[in-house]
C-alpha cells in the first residue's frame, strides 16, 4: 500500500498542530459535571444529552453527550447564571432553570431522568430537508441513535444498518458492502442516494457507493437517517431509491476523544479515533481517522460458481486478496452569532480491495477520493457547496490488466430556506446545481472522454399545511434540467399524515420520480476482457447516451436470411463486410487450397488407387478440381447467437434491432403507513407501497450476436456434389476409378472439417455502426446498457420494537416484495430475452434483543433469515440460496479499572453458516472481532 506510511504521518503532524494551535489554556473558568440516571431504577443513561445555556447573553448553548458510565462533563464555562436541559431517548426531558457558577468552581449534578416508554418522534432532518418529528414526517423513517450503535463491532459503519427494516444488504467481502432501499440492487450499485452530513458521499462519475472509502466511523456518527421510498421532489432526479443520511457528530455538542482498535479473525485489524473541541466560545474542531488491514473472503476454484468467475481473469494473474484501508477527516466550525455556524471539512481516503463492478471485478489498488465542504446554518437558510474527487490509484480491471485511471470530480452548490408563514403554514424553497466532470485519461470513458460532463440545475418547494390539530397535509414540486437530454421535469410529491393521538400517526404518500443514467451508463467506453483461449474476442462495454444502429444491406438480404451486415472474425479477413451466413464459393476457395497441398500418396488411398498410380493422373484430378473449372455454388444460411459472457454459452435470437438512447427512468410509487406507540412499550410500524417503473434502466449485457453457420457442412458436401457432377470431365475422370460424386464430396467434407467452423464456431460479429472498427481489424463484441418497458410490484415493511425494560430491548421486522424476477412479459416487452432481477430477496426477517445491564454487563443477539434470489447483475449471473445468519454481541463497561474504557466482542455468523450473499463474491463464513473502546 503505497500511500499508507507518508499519509499516516501527515495524517498525526496536522493532528498535532490543531491540538497546539485549537487548545488554550483556561484558568477562570466552572467546570459541571455529573451522572444521567434512570429515576426508577438508577441505572445509568449512556448517550444522554445535556445542553448548558447562559442565561441572560447571547453565548451559544455548549454540553455534553454522558458516556458509557452516564457520566458527563461540561469544562470552560464562564462565570455565571446557566439553564440545564437534559434528555434522552425515551425518557422525560429534564429542566433546571438556574444553576449558578463561580469561577474555578467545579458543580456536581446528578440528573434522574423519568421514562415514558419509546420516543417516536425522534427529530429527522432527511425526508423534508428540515427538522421534523418522525411521527409527522411525510416519508417511512428509521432513525439510529448514536446509543443503537454502541458497541458496534465491523470494518465499515454500514454493518449498523443490517437489521434495519426495508434496507438489503449484500457482503461481497470484510469491509465491502451493496446496499439498496427495498430492492434492485446490483453490483457497483449507486441507486440509494447516501449522505454524510449532508454531502453526497457516492463516488463521482461511477455514481456508486463505496461504504469502504466514506469518512462514516461508528465512534464519530451521532445518528443515522434511513428515508425509504422516492426523494427526487427534494434531493433532484435519481434520487427515486430512497435516502440513507450520516450524521456526525459536532465538537460544540460532543467534545472529547475517543480511540478504537479492532481485531479478528482472518488477521483483521484496525483502529479509528477522534478527537474534538473547542477553542474559545466560538470555534470547534474536529478530526477523525481510520485505518483497516484484512486477509479477505476468497473465491475457490472448487466451486463451480467461483471457478467461472475466476476463468475471467487474465491468463496467470492471481487476485490480491489483502484488504486495507484508510482515512482521515477534519472539520472547523464557526459560530458567528446565536442563529449563524459556517462549517468547513474535507478529507480523504484510499482502499485496496477486491470489488464486484458492472464490467467485471476490479482491484482496487490505492482508489478512494477526495473531499471538501462549506456549509452555513443561520436561521431558516441553509447552503453548502462541496466537491468530491475521485483518486483511481493504480486500479484495474481483471481479464484486462489495464489501470484504470479515474481523477473525476463532482462540484454541488446548494441553497434553501426554510420559512414559517404562520402558525399552520411551513414553507421551503431551494435551488441546486450538480455538475460531474469525468476524468479517466480514456481508460474508463475512451472516445466519450470529451464530451461526458453532466450538469442538473434544480428548482423546488415543499409546504405543509396543518389542516387541523389531526391532519396535515404536504405539498412538494422539484423542477430538474439536465444538460444531456435538455428538457425540464417535475417530480411532484403529495403526502397526507393523520394523527388520531400524539403517539400514534396514519400517512398516505404519492411520489412521481425521474432517476437519470449516470456516467457509466451513457458513456462508458472501456475493454471489460481483452482475447483468451477460451475467447479469443474482445469484449468492450459502452454506454448508451445516443443509442447504436446495426448496418444493414438489402444486397445480403437476397440470399441470406437476413440483410444485417456482418464483420468477419477470419484472420485471412479480419473485419470484411458479409451476410448472416458464408458463401460457398468462398468456402470450397478455402477448403481446395489445404486440399491441394495433401500429398499425392494420399489421395491415391483416398480415392481407392494403386500405389502405383502415375502422379501425372493425381495432378490431372487436382487440376479439375480447381475453383473455376468446378465451381462449387450457393449459400449457407447463418443464425444469430448473443454470449452471455459469464458462462460462455450463446442463446440464439431471430434478428437484432437498433438500441435506443437511454431515457430517463420513471416512478411512480403510493404509500401508506402507520407508526405508533402502544401500551408505551411497544413501537409498531408497518408500510405498504406500490410502484410503477418505466424505462428502467439494466445492467451491462452483451447486445452485439455472433453469427453461426450450422448447416455448413451439409450444405457445402451437397453443394460440392453438384460442383462435381457439373464439371462432366471430373466426373468422368472419377468414374473410371469406381467413385461417385456423392463419395467424393463427402470424403473431401470429412477431410476439411478441422478447417470448417463448428455449428457453434462464430465466423463473424454483427456490430453496430458506432463500435465498428472496419475492415482489418477483428470486430468486438459490444456490451451495453438499455431501458427496460415497464415494471410494476408491490411490497410490505413491518417493523416492531418493544421495550420490556429499561435494560431489555426487543426487535424484528420483516419485507416482502412481490417478485424478485420480472420475464418480458412482466416487462411490457416482446424479446423472451430481455428479463430483469430484483437483485435482492422476495422475503427477508431480521429480530433480536439487547440486554445493558447497569454500570458494566451488555449483550445483544440477532438473526436475520434471507430468503434465496436470482442475481442478474451484469457479468455476475446466477442463483443466491437461501441463509440465515445469527450475530451474538457482548460487551462490558472498564470504567470501574480506568475511566471510559470499554470492550465488546462480536460473533458474526455464530453457527459459521458458509453461504454466498452475490453472485462474483466469494462464500462468507464466521467472523469473530473484538474491539477496545477509550473515552476520554
Known amino acids: 500500500m503505497r500511500w499508507c506510511n507518508l499519509r499516516f504521518n501527515w495524517m498525526w503532524l496536522i493532528g498535532l498542530l490543531m491540538l497546539m494551535l485549537a487548545s ?23 448517550g444522554a444529552n445535556v445542553v448548558v445555556t447562559a442565561i441572560g447573553t447571547s453565548a451559544q448553548p455548549t454540553g455534553a453527550a454522558a458516556g458509557e458510565d452516564g457520566a458527563y462533563i461540561v469544562t470552560r464555562l464562564a462565570a455565571g447564571n446557566y439553564m440545564v436541559v437534559a434528555s434522552f431517548i425515551g425518557y422525560a426531558r429534564k429542566e433546571f432553570s438556574s444553576i449558578n457558577l463561580t469561577a474555578g468552581e467545579t458543580r456536581e449534578l446528578d440528573i434522574a431522568l423519568d421514562a415514558t416508554g419509546i420516543s417516536v418522534n425522534a427529530i429527522s432532518i432527511s425526508a423534508s430537508r428540515r427538522p421534523e418529528k418522525t411521527l409527522e414526517a411525510p416519508a417511512s423513517i428509521t432513525v439510529l441513535s448514536s446509543s443503537e450503535m454502541r458497541g458496534e463491532v465491523a470494518p465499515t459503519a454500514a454493518s449498523v444498518l443490517k437489521n434495519t427494516v426495508g434496507v438489503d444488504i449484500s457482503q461481497t467481502g470484510i469491509d465491502r458492502r451493496e446496499m439498496v432501499l427495498r430492492g434492485f440492487n446490483n453490483a457497483f450499485s449507486g441507486a440509494t442516494y447516501i449522505l454524510t452530513d449532508y454531502r453526497q458521499a457516492a463516488v463521482p462519475s461511477l455514481a456508486v457507493n463505496i461504504h469502504s472509502i466514506m469518512p462514516n466511523m461508528v465512534v464519530d456518527l451521532d445518528k443515522v437517517e434511513i428515508v425509504r421510498g422516492p426523494g427526487s421532489a427534494l434531493y433532484g432526479a435519481g434520487v427515486d431509491a430512497g435516502v440513507i443520511h450520516y450524521i456526525t457528530k459536532d465538537p460544540f455538542s460532543h467534545p472529547g476523544t475517543s480511540i478504537s482498535v479492532n481485531g479478528g479473525e482472518r488477521s483483521f485489524f484496525s483502529g479509528a479515533f477522534r478527537h474534538a473541541g473547542v477553542a474559545g466560545e466560538n470555534i470547534g474542531y474536529k478530526l477523525t481517522g481510520q485505518y483497516g488491514q484484512a486477509n479477505d473472503w476468497e473465491l475457490d476454484p472448487n466451486d463451480k460458481l467461483d471457478a467461472e468467475q475466476l476463468a475471467n481473469d487474465a491468463d496467470g494473474l492471481q487476485r490480491n486478496y489483502d484488504y486495507k484501508k484508510i482515512n482521515v477527516n477534519g472539520m472547523l466550525q464557526f459560530r458567528l452569532n446565536d442563529n449563524t455556524t459556517l462549517t468547513a471539512d474535507g478529507g480523504f481516503s484510499a482502499l485496496d480491495a477486491v470489488v464486484l463492478t458492472g464490467i467485471g471485478t476490479v482491484q482496487a489498488d490505492g482508489f478512494g477520493y477526495k473531499y471538501g465542504q462549506l ?5 431558516g437558510f441553509f447552503a453548502q457547496a462541496y466537491l468530491n474527487n475521485n483518486d483511481g490509484g493504480n486500479s484495474f480491471v481483471y481479464g484486462t490488466d489495464s489501470t484504470v485511471v ?7 452548490f446548494q441553497a434553501q430556506y426554510d420559512m414559517d408563514i404562520s402558525d399552520s403554514q411551513q414553507l421551503i424553497v431551494g435551488v441546486d446545481y450538480d455538475r460531474t466532470t469525468p476524468d479517466t485519461k480514456g481508460t474508463v470513458y475512451g472516445r466519450n472522454e470529451d464530451n461526458d460532463l453532466i450538469s442538473e440545475t434544480g428548482l423546488y418547494a415543499q409546504s405543509l399545511t396543518r ?17 444531456i437530454y435538455e428538457d425540464f421535469v417535475l417530480s411532484p410529491r403529495v403526502a397526507l399524515v393523520v394523527k388520531p393521538s400524539s403517539q400514534h400517526s396514519f400517512r398516505a404518500t404519492y411520489n412521481y420520480a425521474y432517476s437519470s443514467p449516470g456516467n457509466n451508463s451513457l458513456f462508458l467506453d472501456i475493454v471489460a476482457r481483452e482475447p483468451d483461449a477460451s475467447l479469443p474476442i474482445r469484449i468492450r462495454g459502452r454506454g448508451a447516451a445516443y443509442g447504436y444502429t446495426f448496418q444493414r444491406n438489402s444486397a445480403f438480404g437476397a440470399f441470406a436470411n437476413s440483410d444485417l451486415v456482418a464483420r468477419s472474425l477470419n484472420p485471412a479477413t479480419p473485419g470484411a463486410a458479409q451476410p448472416i451466413g458464408l458463401p460457398l464459393d468462398a468456402v470450397y476457395n478455402s477448403v481446395f487450397a489445404s486440399l491441394n497441398a495433401i500429398p499425392n500418396a494420399t489421395i491415391k488411398q483416398l480415392l481407392g488407387l494403386p500405389s502405383a498410380t502415375p502422379d501425372a493422373l493425381i495432378e490431372q484430378v487436382k487440376a479439375l478440381f480447381a475453383p473455376g473449372v468446378t465451381n462449387v455454388n450457393g449459400f449457407s444460411q447463418g443464425a444469430l447467437a448473443l454470449l452471455n459472457s459469464t458462462t460462455g454459452t450463446t442463446n440464439p435470437v431471430s434478428d437484432v434491432v437498433n438500441i435506443d438512447p437511454l431515457q430517463q427512468t420513471t416512478s411512480q410509487t403510493f404509500e401508506f403507513g402507520y407508526k405508533g406507540l402502544i401500551d408505551n412499550r411497544l413501537l409498531m410500524a408497518v408500510d405498504f407501497y406500490y410502484t410503477s417503473k418505466k424505462n428502467f434502466v439494466g445492467p451491462v449485457l452483451i447486445e452485439t450476436p ?18 462435381i457432377t457439373n464439371n462432366a470431365q471430373l466426373a468422368a475422370t472419377l468414374a473410371a476409378v469406381g467413385q461417385t460424386p456423392e463419395a467424393v464430396a463427402a470424403t473431401i467434407t470429412q477431410l476439411a472439417s478441422g478447417s470448417l467452423p463448428s455449428p457453434s464456431t462464430p465466423v463473424a460479429i454483427v456490430v453496430p455502426n458506432e463500435n465498428d472498427l472496419g475492415a482489418g481489424q477483428i470486430p468486438e463484441l459490444l456490451g451495453t446498457y438499455k431501458n427496460f418497458g415497464k415494471v410494476n410490484f408491490w411490497g410490505i415493511d413491518a417493523a416492531f420494537q418493544y421495550y420490556a425494560s429499561p435494560s431489555l430491548r426487543l426487535f424484528g421486522n420483516m419485507s416482502v416484495v412481490s417478485d424478485d424476477f420480472f420475464d418480458n412479459t412482466e416487462l411490457d416487452e416482446t424479446s423472451t430475452d430481455i428479463t430483469l432481477a430484483l437483485n435482492a430477496p422476495k422475503f427477508k426477517a431480521k429480530g433480536g434483543f439487547n440486554y ?16 434465496g434470489f436470482p442475481v442478474q447483475s451484469g457479468p455476475y449471473i446466477g442463483e443466491i440460496d437461501d441463509y440465515f445468519l445469527l450475530d451474538v454481541n457482548i460487551g462490558y463497561d472498564l470504567s470501574n479499572y480506568y475511566q471510559g ?20 463474491a466469494p462464500k462468507l463464513g464466521r467472523m469473530i472481532m473484538g474491539q477496545l473502546n477509550l473515552n476520554f
Open 901 to 920: 474504557l470499554r470492550f465488546d466482542l462480536a460473533f458474526n455468523n455464530l453457527l459459521n453458516k458458509e453461504h454466498r450473499e452475490f453472485i462474483g
Open 852 to 867: 445493558n445491564m447497569l454500570n458494566s454487563f451488555s449483550f445483544g443477539a440477532s438473526g436475520r433469515f434471507v430468503k
Open 406 to 412: 479515474d481523477n473525476s470530480n463532482q462540484i454541488n
Open 467 to 483: 389542516l387541523s390539530p389531526m391532519l396535515d397535509l404536504t405539498l412538494a414540486l422539484r423542477g430538474d434540467y439536465n444538460n
Open 375 to 379: 456549509r452555513l446554518q443561520s436561521g
Open 24 to 46: 488554550p489554556l483556561y484558568s477562570q473558568t466552572a467546570t459541571l459535571k455529573g451522572k444521567v440516571i434512570d429515576s426508577a431504577t438508577g441505572e445509568v443513561l449512556p
Open 706 to 723: 455472433f453469427v453461426l453457420v450450422p448447416t455448413l457442412a451439409q450444405d457445402f458436401q451437397a453443394a460440392l456434389a453438384a460442383g
